[in-house]
């Protein structure tokens, strides 16, 4: 489960290196987010965009990572893939984050 | 492993996989390569593979709850307009004998409250048209149907 980030403007951008996020990554995944949760950023862009499948249990692994945000951030979500978007939506997880086309769409907003 | 049959409309492919969560990754994996050889081009947001996942995992976790030397039978068949598959296992039985409702999460929740799990079954009963289950002896059979669209083939 590999990340890579880039912190704009104090928005930390969270890039997933991954095709999958499912139940053989769900916990490397959210034990990894804690790690990136350690710094000084407290707005994070978890960017989906190389994501083309999530089961439930990554779905889940997503719900945890956005808990451990600490209190006064937040985690918002860019580039769900077609596949990912569907299963955001319907979980109806789709109304607990904000959903950005992209990183950059995120980055726009914030600033 | 994967036997792949294509008949004109048909494409079948059976796997026998153990009960780990890496091998139902590399099942998914080799599937989703399969169709991509194949003339069978399901479209980007069609959701198989998600409601595949979540039956595999799904005896992973509590059939063989995650004993990982137990086997899995997989039979998948796409047509133009549906996919079939059944799979078989011998772990235990489903509690009561009958699948899981499957209700939606409850998401009008705080934030800490929220469910991370719980939406496996949900996802396969909205999903699936056909879903039924039986323990023949010592077995678990699942059969389901769902719709899925092809694009060129």
């Known amino acids: 489960m590999e990340f890579s980030t880039h912190t704009q403007d104090h928005v930390m951008i969270v890039t997933v290196e991954a095709e999958r996020i499912d139940a053989s990554v769900a916990i490397a995944f959210k034990d990894k987010m804690r790690e990136q949760m350690g710094g000084n950023a407290a707005q994070y862009v978890l960017d989906l965009h190389k994501v083309m499948f999530i089961d439930s249990s990554g779905l889940g692994s997503i719900v945890a990572a956005m808990k451990l945000v600490p209190q006064g951030g937040k985690m918002d979500l860019a580039g769900l893939t077609p596949a990912v978007d569907k299963v955001f939506r319907m979980t109806r997880m789709d109304s607990i984050f904000t959903i950005h086309g992209s990183a950059q769409d995120a980055l726009a907003k914030s600033a | ?153």
């Open chain 2, 1 to 153: 492993m994967t036997a792949g049959s294509g008949a004109n409309d048909t494409l079948a492919f059976q796997y026998v996989l153990r009960s780990t969560p890496e091998a139902v990754r590399e099942t998914l994996t080799s599937l989703r390569e399969q169709l991509e050889v194949s003339d069978f081009h399901t479209c980007p947001g069609d959701m198989w593979e998600v409601v595949i996942a979540e039956v595999l995992n799904n005896i992973v976790e509590h059939a063989y709850k995650e004993r990982p030397d137990g086997e899995i039978q997989l039979d998948v068949n796409f047509q133009t307009a549906v996919l079939k598959a059944h799979f078989v296992d011998c772990g235990s039985a489903m509690p009561h004998g009958a699948l899981p409702e499957g209700k939606s999460a409850n998401v009008d929740v705080d934030i800490q409250d929220m469910p991370e799990g719980g939406f496996g079954w949900y996802l396969i009963r909205t999903l699936s048209d056909e879903l039924t289950y039986e323990r023949r002896g010592r077995e678990n059979h699942l059969s389901l149907e769902m719709p899925i669209q092809v694009v060129g083939g």
